[in-house]
C-alpha cells in the first residue's frame, strides 16, 4: 500500500529549474565566474550550499564566500519564482487525485525552506501540503535520503509506504534509498537518462496520472 505521497518540488511542482539556471549564472558572474547551463545541469538536485562549495573547491574561494554565493542565489531566485514561475501541467490535477484517495502529502526538497515557502505562498498551496522539509536542515542533501526520511516522519507516515515524485537522479536515488516508490516526471534534460530507469514508473507529465498508473505504483515492489 501507498500511504502518503511526498512531492519533490524545482521541476516537479514549478517550473523554476530555468530560473536556477539564470541566478546561478547571474551570481557566479558578480565573482567572476562564468558558468553554463550544462553546468548547472551536472549538479541539478544537489543543494546549493554544496554547489556553491563544489565551485568554491574548483576557484579557490575565500573560505566565507561560497556561503555569501549561496544566500544571493537563493535570494535571487525567489524573486524570479514570485515574478515568473507557473504551476508545472497536472500538478493540481494530482493532488486532488491523491486527496480523494485521503493520502497526505509533502514536499521534500534541496531548496531552502525560504523557497518553499514562497512556492508554497505564491501558488496557494498552504493547505495542500502536510510537510515542508527542506534538505538544507540535514547533514547531507540529495542524493543522500534524509530529507525524505524526515518528510515521512512529518506525515506520520513508513517510509516504504509512501510515493515521491521526482524528476532528476539525484532525487530518485535519494528517494530510493528511503525504501520509497518513485513516479519520475523528467526535466527535459534528463529525458532519455539511463539512470532514470530505477523509478517505478516515469511519465511526461504529471497530466497522465490515472487510476491505471495508481494501481501499478501500489503494485509495484519496493
Not at 550544462?38 to 562549495?53: F, K, S, Y
Not at 514561475?85 to 486532488?96: K, M, N, Q
Not at 511526461?204 to 503494485?219: G, I, K, M, R
Request: proline fraction near 5%; hydrophobic fraction near 45%; include cysteine.
Amino acid at each position: 500500500m501507498i500511504d502518503g505521497v511526498i512531492y519533490d518540488m524545482d521541476g516537479v511542482l514549478v517550473d523554476s529549474e530555468p530560473l536556477w539556471k539564470r541566478a546561478m549564472i547571474e551570481v557566479w558572474a558578480t565573482v567572476g565566474v562564468a558558468i553554463t547551463e550544462d553546468d548547472c545541469r551536472r549538479t541539478q538536485g544537489l543543494r546549493i550550499d554544496e554547489v556553491a562549495e563544489l565551485w568554491g573547491r574548483r576557484q579557490g574561494w575565500d573560505e566565507a564566500l561560497p556561503g555569501q554565493v549561496a544566500r544571493a542565489t537563493v535570494g535571487r531566485v525567489i524573486e524570479l519564482v514570485r515574478a515568473e514561475a507557473t504551476l508545472l501541467p497536472g500538478v493540481t490535477s494530482s493532488i486532488e487525485f491523491f486527496a480523494e484517495l485521503g493520502l497526505p502529502c509533502g514536499i521534500a526538497s534541496s531548496s531552502d525552506l525560504a523557497l518553499i515557502e514562497a512556492v508554497v505562498d505564491a501558488f496557494g498551496l498552504g493547505g495542500r501540503f502536510a510537510s515542508l522539509v527542506s534538505a538544507e536542515h540535514e547533514e547531507f542533501g540529495k542524493p543522500h535520503p534524509g530529507v525524505y526520511l524526515r518528510a515521512a516522519r512529518d506525515l506520520g507516515v513508513d517510509p516504504a509506504r509512501c510515493l515521491a515524485v521526482e524528476d532528476s537522479p539525484n532525487g530518485i536515488v535519494s528517494a530510493k534509498a528511503a525504501r520509497m516508490r518513485v513516479l519520475c516526471v523528467p526535466d527535459p534534460a534528463f529525458r532519455g537518462d539511463r539512470r532514470l530507469g530505477i523509478a517505478d514508473m516515469v511519465l511526461a507529465s504529471l497530466e497522465e496520472l490515472d487510476e491505471s498508473v495508481w494501481t501499478t505504483l501500489v503494485s509495484a515492489a519496493v
